[in-house]
Structure formats: structure tokens, C-alpha cells
């Protein structure tokens, strides 16, 4: 397969432990991280109003998974940390997104890849660029050129622990 690039965000209860056991368990389903954005901090996007802030990272993983069985590992890590899926962008204990892979490009109901609002959001682009200055959509488009997305997010923590 190759490389994969994730989004992760938690809003509720230990939301940095979320962050890192989702890297963990990613990489316990055959999706490596080798790369960490900075934990960054902001205030939720989209949703019912009240929800305490968010903290996002990004990663890269290398995996030998197909686009469907990188989603089902997402959705397995989510589920093994306690994710409900009641509201649309409701609060959640942990959300493992899929932005890029590599070479793939799709718009089904189940899997949309690049992920159709990454460029909207600030706490997906200004992660990203730690991670890849010179990341590019599946088109070409540089991510540095994109508008600035919305949100101010805030560094809060040091990247999150990649196996070596």
C-alpha cells in the first residue's frame, strides 16, 4: 500500500492518552506511524454548541492495508476507545480521520480520499505542514497554498511517540 497520513482528535476525557492509544493501536492493525505533528489545541468546528475544546494531531504511517482496511483499522481504534457515534461533530472521546493515500483518490459514501474538508480546517492544515511542508493534494495542489482553513489552533504538546 504505502503511506497514509491521519487526522486525530479527542474532546473528551484524557483527550492527549486518546491521541497516543490511537497511534498505538493504529500501529497494533498494521498502520506504523513515522511521524507526529505537534498536539495542537482548538475549539470545535461545526456541532452542538458547549463541547469542550479539541486536541488534533497529524500523522504519517507506512502500511501494507488496502483504503478499506485502513478505514476498518481507524473505526477499530475508535470503537477500542470508547467512540460513540451519535451526533454529527458531537463530542468524542476519539476521531481517527483519513486525509491522504498515497496514490489514491475516491468519493464513495464510505471512504472520500483526500478527505473533502481538510482544506476547511486549520487543525488539519497547520499539522500537516510539521509533518510535510511540501504536502500536496492527489492534483497537485500544495497544502501551503491553500486558504488558511478555520479555527485557531494553539500548540499544546510535543508530538505524539512513533515507534523507532
Given at each position: ?12 476525557g ?12 493504529l500501529?497494533?492493525r498494521?498502520?506504523?506511524?513515522t ?5 495542537w ?5 461545526g ?8 486536541l488534533?494531531?497529524v500523522i ?7 483504503p478499506?482496511?485502513?478505514l476498518?483499522?481507524c473505526?477499530s481504534?475508535?470503537?477500542?476507545l ?19 493515500i ?7 459514501h464510505?471512504l ?14 497547520l499539522p ?24 485557531a ?8 511517540r512513533?515507534?523507532?
Amino acid at each position: 500500500m504505502g503511506v497514509v497520513v491521519l487526522g486525530l482528535g479527542a474532546n473528551l476525557g484524557d483527550r492527549l492518552a486518546a491521541l497516543q492509544s490511537a497511534v498505538d493501536g493504529l500501529a497494533a492493525r498494521g498502520v506504523v506511524a513515522t511521524d507526529s505533528s505537534r498536539v495542537w489545541e482548538s475549539e470545535p468546528v461545526g456541532g452542538p454548541d458547549g463541547q469542550p475544546a479539541y486536541l488534533n494531531a497529524v500523522i504519517r504511517a507506512r502500511t501494507g492495508l488496502g483504503p478499506e482496511a485502513v478505514l476498518e483499522a481507524c473505526r477499530s481504534v475508535e470503537a477500542d476507545l470508547g467512540r460513540v457515534r451519535e451526533v454529527r461533530w458531537g463530542p468524542r472521546t476519539i476521531d481517527v480521520d483519513v486525509l491522504l493515500i498515497e496514490g489514491v483518490v475516491r468519493s464513495e459514501h464510505e471512504l472520500t480520499v483526500p478527505h473533502p474538508r481538510m482544506h476547511e480546517r486549520a487543525f488539519v492544515l497547520l499539522p500537516l505542514l510539521e509533518i510535510d511542508p511540501n504536502a500536496a493534494l492527489p492534483d497537485g495542489t500544495r497544502v501551503i497554498d491553500l486558504p488558511p482553513g478555520s479555527g485557531a489552533p494553539r500548540p499544546f504538546a510535543p508530538p505524539l511517540r512513533v515507534p523507532s
